[in-house]
RNA sequence: UGGGGAUUGGUGUAAUCGGUAGCACGACGGAUUCUGAUUCCGUUAGUCGGGGUUCAAGUCCCUGAUCCCCAGCCA
């Protein structure tokens, strides 16, 4: 009875690593971090990352369950604020990432960091060094001539020690010293040219407060913490391959003082995600939010979390886009429709359908098809509508079929192609949900402009009636009973695919897309005006809408445009 | 020859020891449909270039090209 297995998803190169470490036995299990520094808020592109890991802690987990930690990489208090802090937590949360009770900060470890800073400068690893930064750099070297060693290089261990304790109580400004670990002023990566570990800054930080002066650098204490937490991979992106060496150069150091146990972190990068008609950087991100070209980061055309939040993105969705596009060392960029398709399977599935109409055209019954009056009342009929066609289990809701209801503009054109399957003059369409209307007048105002239709009404097509088939169906809503709300349209941030790629002396901020926003008021079936916060509809043949959490109000609600309805006939008029 | 990484259809990816280049998205065509949605079917198109080894090369060897990252007391 073979049990073979059949070839199932394929596995991408970390995977493939993390098995090759268990079967080595280099490791016994798999435990993962995700390590934001809070000085911004989190996008799409650390989902991509936070997905990853909690992924493999996961795929990976134990009895006990997956090994999955957040840690703040709180090493730079002159931009680091605990409102990001907050806003990280929330949105990893929400994404669906659980570190249960694993929540570190880089900060928890500033005295480990310094008493293991202390050793390797006893080992002769590392020493004081008073040049100012620009003559750190000046000294540095180029990428292609190595770099002079620091006239502080070869300071006595006992100076060092006194010199590192007095940094730490206070005594020197700003930049006056820094600790420096003794590498290698030669090597052929610049990284390895006696980093600085410590730099002074006289700042108080949102979690210890002004217990410190001197803060450790990221490839000091990042390497650190995941060997404090016990992390088997630590995953980050392709930029810190450089680093890797230096990583591994202070684990082997503190390995071989006895200060860490045999089995260590090994660090693996991974290309960062990149979408078209956005830009990722947290400098971008914030650069737009301060200068207002947004309303702020949880705007819905932010590629924020907050911001697709916003917008409706589920996280669902979020997760199964980061499914999809993969993980491997190549850099690319991902267009922005898979994006859309991934909240587009989900919302299809799972969002409730309801009529709206976005720009109104006023569409009057006057009377029955075959010429008898409409009923005194102003009500026709009640219309029955499924929630969702493929899901009945969702239930149904009733709209009014009224004498005067509004259909779409795009829905009635006077000149009208043969391919145009909704109304035009003389021609049939039929009102989903209620019966085919037939439109006998087309009523202008004084310029020209179509302003009303006049249409029949067929009660016989209610049900589908084999000889009146029509093509076309269209949404509608009764004037009386609709609700008014407002309606955002988002489009693209940027209106072009590559926003850094800008003209000659202008920058990214050139490509902005200045239609990326458009509010309407529209006017919806009388059921949503009891929509709630935070709740997708699809409005049928427009798209998915979110009924935005901040700006709605208690039977006035607000909705966003998550993402239109695929729209195979927009194609073909454009054409 | 500064160092490090990458290169497979339009896009994102897969191919275990060298053995039929596969999947998804898109595009295009068709079927179904009370949403021009959904769903279903079909078509399309690829190993960066040049040599070499081999019965057989995306995979191994040589050589070239292109792209990305690195000279913060940022992460």
Known sequence: MSTEETPTASRHFIQQQIDADLAAGRVKHVHTRFPPEPNGYLHIGHAKSICLNFG???????????????????????????????????????????WESRLYHASDYFETHYGWAVEL???????????????????????TEAGTPSPYRGR?????????????????????????????????????????MYRIKHTSHQRTGDAWCLYPAYDWAHGQGDAMEGITHSICTLEFENHRPLYDWYLDRLQALKLLPGERPRQIEFARLNLTYTVMSKRKLLQLVQEKHVAGWDDPRMPTLRGLR?????????????????????????????????????????????????????????????????????????????????????????????????????????????QFFRLKPG??????????????????????????????????????????KVKGTIHWVPVEGSVEAEVRLYDHLFGVEE??????????????????????????????????????????????????????????????????????WGKVADK
């Open 121 to 143: 400068i006893k080992a002769g690893h590392a020493y004081v060094c008073d040049q100012t930064a620009e003559q750190v750099r000046e000294t540095r070297g180029t990428l």
């Open 156 to 196: 006595s261990v006992e100076e060092n020690l006194d010199l590192f304790k007095r940094m730490r109580g206070g005594e020197f400004a700003d930049g006056a010293k820094t600790l420096r670990a003794k590498i290698d002023m030669s090597a052929a990566n610049v990284n390895l040219r006696d980093p600085v």
């Open 310 to 418: 916003r917008r409706g993105y589920t996280a669902e969705s979020i997760r199964a886009f980061c499914e999809r596009i993969g993980v491997t060392k190549q850099n690319s960029t991902i267009d922005m429709l898979w994006l859309e398709d991934a909240v587009r399977d989900h919302l299809n599935e799972t969002a409730p359908r309801r009529m709206a109409v976005l720009r109104p055209l006023k569409l009057v019954l006057t009377g029955y098809a075959d010429g008898s009056a409409l009923p005194p009342s102003d009500s026709v009929k009640v219309c029955k509508l499924d929630n969702h066609p493929q899901h009945p289990e969702l239930g149904s809701r009733s709209v009014p079929l009224t004498r005067e209801l509004w259909i779409e503009q795009d829905d009635f054109m006077e000149d009208a192609p043969k």
């Open 427 to 468: 021609g049939a369409v039929r009102l989903r949900g209620a019966g085919m209307a037939i439109c006998q007048e087309v009523i202008k105002d004084a310029t020209g402009e179509v302003v009303e239709l006049r249409c029949v009404f067929d009660p016989d097509t209610t049900a589908l009636v084999e000889g009146k």
């Open 56 to 98: 493999l802690a996961k795929e990976y987990a134990g009895p006990e369950g997956p090994r999955f930690n957040l840690r703040f990489d709180d090493t730079n208090p002159a931009r680091e604020e605990q409102e990001y802090v907050d806003a990280i937590m929330d949105d990893v949360r929400w994404l669906g990432a659980d």
């Open 499 to 568: 926003p850094d790629r800008a003209p000659e002396g202008e920058t990214f901020l050139h490509n902005l897309n200045k239609h990326s926003l458009e509010r309407l008021t529209a006017k919806l079936e009388p059921d949503l005006a009891t929509a709630c916060a935070g709740e997708s509809y699809q409005f049928e043949r427009i798209g998915y809408f979110f009924v935005d959490p901040i700006d709605s109000r208690a039977g006035a609600p607000c909705f966003n445009r998550t993402v239109t309805l695929r729209d195979t």
